[in-house]
Nanobody, 124 residues
């Protein structure tokens, strides 16, 4: 199995940028599809972005296209989510997740491993 630890969250003004990271340990990181999800208070956890094991393929939720970029460095066992042009509605706890097989990158239920989350707060 793999353990995931997010970092890099914080408080940023609207229009600003932030990069969150996901450090993996345990099994080989490159065996896993990685996804980023977020959950705002009172709302369900939602898909933000996903990236294939090699990093060659990515997928984004419509509401972050053109603003967020997912990437990974398998040599460092770390994944990233670069967030630009942040909006107050992006405020949420951001989670990274990993899965070994299958499609459905945008479904919470398809992921096997989750980090503890990192808070991102975007002020007006």
């Amino acid at each position: 199995q793999v353990q995931l630890v997010e970092s890099g969250g914080g408080l940023v003004q609207a229009g600003g940028s932030l990069r969150v990271s996901c450090a993996a340990s345990g099994r080989t990181f490159s065996d896993y599809v990685m996804g980023w999800f977020r959950q705002a208070p009172g709302k369900e956890r939602e898909f933000v972005a996903g990236i294939s094991q090699s990093g060659a393929s990515t997928k984004y939720a419509d509401f972050v296209k053109g603003r967020f970029t997912i990437s990974r460095d398998n040599a460092k066992n770390t994944g990233y989510l670069q967030m630009n042009s942040l909006k107050p509605e992006d405020t949420a706890v951001y989670y990274c997740a990993a899965k070994t097989i299958g499609n459905n990158w945008d479904r919470v239920i398809s992921y096997d491993y989750w980090g503890q989350g990192t808070q991102v707060t975007v002020s007006q």
